[in-house]
Every structure is written in C-alpha cells, then in structure tokens.
C-alpha cells in the first residue's frame, strides 16, 4: 500500500476581496505524479504558494501534513530544507550569470565569505548530467534557450534534494519535442522514488504523465481522479474544471470570400540586435487579409517572433530591409507609436515583462495604448478610463473585484485577458497574436478564440503564432510554417495537418544543411 507523503487539509486563503482558497484538500503519495488542474484563477498556484511557504503560516487556514508531521512553513528555506522544492511558470534565472552560480545561488558551496568555485561547478554538472543536459555550468544564462533553461531549474532542484517537486506550467514556453523530453524526465524521476506535482494546461501531458489528478474550481476541491480506476479523458477533466461539458475547443467560423490584402510583408530581413552577422528573419514574403486568421507556426528559435516585432514598428532586430504594404500602399514604420497609429497591435507573448505594469491597475493598463481615448486636451478623464475598463472586464468577463485591482494580483489567463483588453481598445485593424493563449485554461481559451472570431467577423485581419499545432490548425484559415528564419510552406487550412507542417519543417532544414 503506498504511503501518504503530503496532506494538505481544509486550507483556506483570503486575500482583500476574494476568497482564493476555500476548504482545499490534496492527498499525494509517495512516488506518484500527481497532476493540479483548473481554470485560471481556480486557485491551483495559491496552494502550491501556501505549500511551499511563499504565503506563511497564519495567514492562512488549515493544515499541513508532510511525512506525517505537521508544517508550519514560515519561508520557502523552511519547506526547501524537508525537500519540497516548487518551479514557478516564470524561471527565477539570472541571465548574466552562469548555470553553476544559479544552481547554487543563495545555497552558495564552501566555507564561509569563501566561495568554493571548484566543488559549485563540479556538483552543478553532475546534477545537469542527471537531468540530460550537455552544458558546462560554466556557460551564461542567457547563452542557452527556454527548454534548456526549464531543466536548469530542475537541477537547481535536485541540488536542493528535493523529494517533493512542484512544476507550475513546466512545458508553457516549450515546443512539442521539449516537453516530451521533459516529461519523460519527470517520468525516470519517478521511477527512482520521487514525488511530483504538476500543474498544467496541457491536459494531453496530464493524461500521459499523471497517476492522479486534482481538479480544482473556483477555490474549492471538487475530484481527485486516479488514471487506475477512474476513466479519466480530456473531456473528462475538462468537465470537472470548467462545469460543463466543452464539446468543441474551438469555435466554427462562418467561411468568407477574402480577397483584399490588409497587410503584406516583401523579401523582409532582419539581423539580431547584438550579433550584426546573424539573420534571424532571411526574405521573408507574405500576406493577411481582411477578415482572415492568418497562424505562423514553426519550432522555437524560427523566427516567428523576431519576424512579428520587426513590423510592430521595428521593435525588434537592427539592418531591417524589404516592404511593407498596408491596404496595398507601402508605409515606413520605424517606432511602436507609428505601427499603433497606422492601426497594428502587438499582442506579445512575454506579458509579464513587455506586455502589462504589473503593479499598476487593470484600470490604467487597459487604456495605456490609447491613451488619447480617454483623455481631453491632454488630461486624462478618470470617470472614462474606468468605464472603458469595466466595459473591457465584462466583455472578456475577467476575474476581479475591481478594475482597481493591480494586474500583478491576477491569475495568468486574467493577465492575458487585460493585455487584449489593452490592445482591442486601441482598435486596430491589425491584431498580431504571439502565442495568446499561452499558460492559461481551456476555458479561457475558448473565450480568447471567440474574441478572435468576434474580430475577424468584423473585417479585423489577425496574425496567430503559435507553438500548439493544434491551435493553429483549429483557428487559422491559413497557415505559413517557419524553419530557421524562412517561410518553409504555406498551407491553406483545410488541407493542414500536424503531420503535413512538421514535414514541411523537416524539409526545410535539410535543403538549409545540404
């Protein structure tokens, strides 16, 4: 009979306005992968918070069990030093330093004022050698890409000896093969005795990996499913997160007849902003029209993004050539405040860092790219800025008290829900999407989709990046495939599959490397 590692009893957790947590009970054993599951905001990264220390003991209600003792954490040292170590969505990775000195960062090696470099860099390559990852601790950060960054975090873990691992949103930012890597990973961990928590979106990684799974909704427990007994599918887990059952993913278009060109791109190359050398968008032509889902779809590293900034009025890369068409007259777009005002927005898929001020309101980032929309002679008109926000809230029916409530407090699919906002405020004609609906619940998926049909079927042209090949499939009326900066196909969308753009990427690198 397997042993009980965690449990977490009855845990309730207020903040001002919202109850997040309410009775919240989790039961994991030893050895098993045990899968958290819910919508945005269901209240899955405040339990692992309160498990982990992050939110104290007393300022919550409940209990804590972990190896049949009672927990009363007061800091993430305290949960870290039984083996309870959590990876958040966001890796807590400083770029400029090496992958030793962030492994061992705070938990430095050696005596003390005196840093043993030789035994932090010896033991950091023994941990990346158990994770698969053939990098010397001594290279930077910032040298080494997202998936290669995510297994660093794990052996920054491992180096903690962790016991219990809690990954939130580990394969968001990774492409097909990364996160199968990753998984497979966790899945050899759990074959030498250790117990992991995942949360996740992804419910495909969920049925693979998990032994149970948790769903969470609206703060309260509402299942455990065990993969032995129960019959746990997609559409299963779907109905215990959302309340209902989701029969279609993604919302029919009605076909139109599209033929005027709203925006065209011409032999566009850019070169990256600190390697003058490198192309990382080589003779790059195509087209959206009016009324269109245009999706890019490509591994990580091909360009996708670097291509969609270069337009938002070069706000990315240097040495930027080729043309640029809008309703067919060409236009030099050379700042963000010159692409806003000939009515293109960038949705970026970094919201945290580039797209919202997290410590300021819904309020004001929502009209922040419009400004002009809710002022008068340069003064901004307070009354009208939240009206503009609660019209935004409702219509994307975002979870929040108030529109006063800092975008910081919100739960990853509420972020994204305030960046659209920000950018269907501004009205454009043309919306670029990178990666809209990444990190955040099938729910808020669907609602995102249907914005996206809402815009198209007003005239509204819409560029979808996206690294989920079935998104791109299930939203795009057309499809360009990116390889290595370069258009590697085009597909229109109903002759598309998975297995015809992977090919048409194959194809390409091998012509690259002949």
Known sequence: MSKTLLEMKNITKTFPGVKALDNVNLKVEEGEIHALVGENGAGKSTLMNVLSGIYPFGSYEGDIFYEGEVCKFGKIKDSESVGIVIIHQELALVPEMTIGENMYLGNEQGKSYSIDWNQTYGEADKYLKQVGLKESSRTQIKDIGTGKQQLVEIAKALAKRA????????TSSLNEEDSKALLDLLLEFKKQGMTSIIISHKLNEIEYIADKITVIRDGATIETLDKQGDNVTEARIIQGMVGRELTDRYPKREAQNLIEKALEVKNWTVYHPLYSERKVVDDVSLYVKKGEVLGISGL???????????????????????????????????????????????????RKDNGLILSNPIRINTTLANLKGVSKRGVIDADKEIAVANEFKDKLRTKTPSVEQNVGNLSGGNQQKVLLSKWMFAEPDILILDEPTRGIDVGAKYEIYCIINDLVAAGKSVIMISSELPEVLGMSDRIYIMNSGQIAGELDAKEATQEKIMSHIIKSGKEKNE
């Open 163 to 170: 016991k219990l691992l809690i990954l939130d949103e580990p």
């Open 300 to 350: 990580m590293g091909a360009g996708r993004t670097e291509l969609a900034m270069s337009i938002f009025g070069k706000s990315y890369g240097k040495k930027i050539s080729g043309q640029l068409l809008i309703n067919n007259k060409e236009v030099s777009l050379n700042t963000e405040r010159e692409a806003i005002d000939h009515k293109i927005a960038y949705v970026t898929e970094d």
